[in-house]
């Protein structure tokens, strides 16, 4: 906040003794109005001038925030069909009988193949965050519409759910302690279910992949190796492997930490996991603070004979990585998804 102060002051006296000079003191008293009047206009001016500011620093920090200094997404002109983005809501008493935001993306053609059934890519986002920055920053739907148009990915519907009751709220993704926060059944039941009932969808595991950045890609792999016939894909862009130690989500037990840490948990479903065909595609960058959890679990999966690929990549724990590297995670999805 700035302020604007003025003032006058004299350390002389002004003494009267004719009509003449009284005259003088009425005009210095009229010019002392008009001098109010000139800087209440100044203030009005400069309080209009930061109300313009602030109205343009809000709408900045509003879009850096929706597309992270990124510009809005929009397909290229040689892209005939597109995709069609929709918001659904889903009421679940897995997290307290909320009704929480789902984002569809239904690919190209979705309406003018009516009989088609399609395979589901989930996307889940980290935190804090929502659902929409897939869209918006990473670009999903309109990688999957040029991909799709260059015939080099087969049509998927994407989802995106909002995992948390607030973005600033963490909830790993996971089935926490507390009453009302069981966010993996949300989605692995409740989620999937909505969408199968409500879209045209491969109704079966072999039919879905689940994918998500940082704290999502976390949960991708948590959720995928407990419910490892729901999903045929799982993918992990920056995730980790290591339940984070959060007293709010797993009340400090030690098996509840195990059982919700995939690298922990993986040697006791990897037969099921093996048998169910299940790939895994995960990356990671070389300054990325999971660096060393992801090599220990690539070093894992390649001992219990399980399906993998795992990519260091360029660039850090961040949006330019995340945006960078979706083509490749789709193609990954659609090729894992091929006998769907």
């Known amino acids: 906040m700035a302020a604007a102060r003025t003032g006058a002051e004299s350390n002389g006296r002004l003494h009267v003794e004719t009509s003449a000079g009284g005259a003088g003191v009425a005009g210095l008293r009229s ?34 925030w929706l597309y992270r200094g990124y510009s809005p997404p929009h397909d290229p002109a040689w ?15 897995a997290v307290g009988g909320r009704n929480q935001q789902v984002i569809v993306f239904l690919p190209p053609g979705y ?6 059934r399609y395979p589901v890519f989930y996307l889940l986002h980290g935190s804090p965050g929502l659902p929409n920055a897939l869209l918006l920053t990473v670009k999903a739907g309109v990688v999957e519409d040029e991909l799709v148009a260059k015939h080099v990915i087969r049509t998927m519907i994407l989802v995106m759910p909002f ?23 949300f989605l692995a039941r409740d989620v999937v279910r909505a969408i199968d009932a409500r879209y045209r969808t491969i109704r079966s595991g072999a039919g879905r992949a689940l994918a998500g950045l940082s704290e999502g890609g976390y949960g991708s792999l948590n959720i995928g190796l407990h419910h490892p016939a729901e999903f045929r894909v799982l993918e992990s862009w920056s995730g980790y492997q290591q339940a984070d130690d959060i007293f ?22 990897a037969r099921r996991v093996r048998r169910q065909g299940t790939f895994l595609w995960f990356y990671t960058s070389r300054g990325d603070r999971a660096l060393s959890q992801n090599e220990s679990f690539a070093a894992a999966l390649t001992r219990l004979h399980i399906r993998h690929r795992f990519l260091v990549v360029p660039g850090g ?4 990585a995340w945006r960078a590297n979706f083509p490749q995670a789709i193609i990954a999805a659609s090729r894992g998804l091929r006998g769907a």
């Open 163 to 185: 995992g948390s009751s607030s973005r600033f709220t963490d909830t790993e993704w996971a089935n926490g302690v507390r009453a009302g926060s069981a966010w993996e059944t």
């Open 248 to 269: 709010s989500i797993f009340g400090r037990m030690r098996a509840r930490l195990d059982y919700n840490s995939p690298a922990a948990y993986l040697p006791k479903v």
């Open 317 to 320: 724990h961040n949006w330019r």
């Open 111 to 116: 309406s003018s193949h009516p009989k088609r």
């Open 31 to 64: 010019l002392g109005r008009g001098g109010r009047v000139t800087w209440t206009a100044i203030i009005v001016v400069i309080a209009a001038l930061l109300a313009c500011g602030l109205v343009g620093l809000y709408r900045y920090l509003d879009n850096f």
């Open 79 to 93: 892209v005939k069909q597109k995709g069609t983005a929709q918001t659904i809501y889903v009421r679940s008493q």
